[in-house]
């Protein structure tokens, strides 16, 4: 049976990444994926280094029944390429990193998945891209979480 994934996209850059889910934290994972459908305005870190920040990712679907202080960390300077994170807000909201590049400070968080190696050289690409967005034309970039089908 494949391994289950799902897509993070960019309709307004006509690009798209697959998710994986990594030897950890994969309740997280699981999760994750019954409360999709699922979207948000794209943003960057800046400050930290190359990374995709999600603000505010709508979750609700399906109430976590897992205590994220209880949950595995990683520290973003170390962790791979491709990486995610993930940080529980109050309410049903979540924000959600993912590493594209170098990042220079060390902060400890979740991670739960991964885009496929196969798709990192288009992940950095739009991190690229979003960067120079970001920094100059500052258009709205939305990103979508949608199950593997969708």
């Not at 699922?38 to 280094?49: D, K, P, R, Y």
């Not at 603000?55 to 300077?77: F, G, H, S, Y």
Request: aromatic share 10%; proline share 5%; with cysteine.
């Amino acid at each position: 049976m494949p391994e289950k994934q799902f897509i993070m996209r960019w309709r307004g850059l006509g690009k798209q990444v697959r998710v994986r889910a990594i030897d950890h934290n994969q309740e997280i994972f699981s999760w994750f994926v019954k409360n999709l459908p699922t979207s948000c305005l794209q943003t960057e870190t800046v400050v930290a280094g190359k990374s995709l920040f999600m603000l505010n990712v709508p979750m609700k679907k399906v109430a976590c029944d897992w205590i994220q202080e209880e949950r595995r960390v990683e520290d973003v300077v170390q962790m791979p390429i491709g990486r995610m994170t993930f940080f529980m807000t109050t309410g049903n909201v979540a924000d959600i990193s993912c590493k594209f590049g170098q990042m220079t400070e060390p902060m400890s968080y979740v991670t739960w998945a991964e885009v496929i190696e196969e798709d990192k050289p288009i992940l950095v690409e739009v991190g690229e891209l979003l960067w120079e967005n970001t920094m100059c034309e500052k258009k709205p970039i939305i990103v979508e979480f949608v199950d593997e089908e969708g």
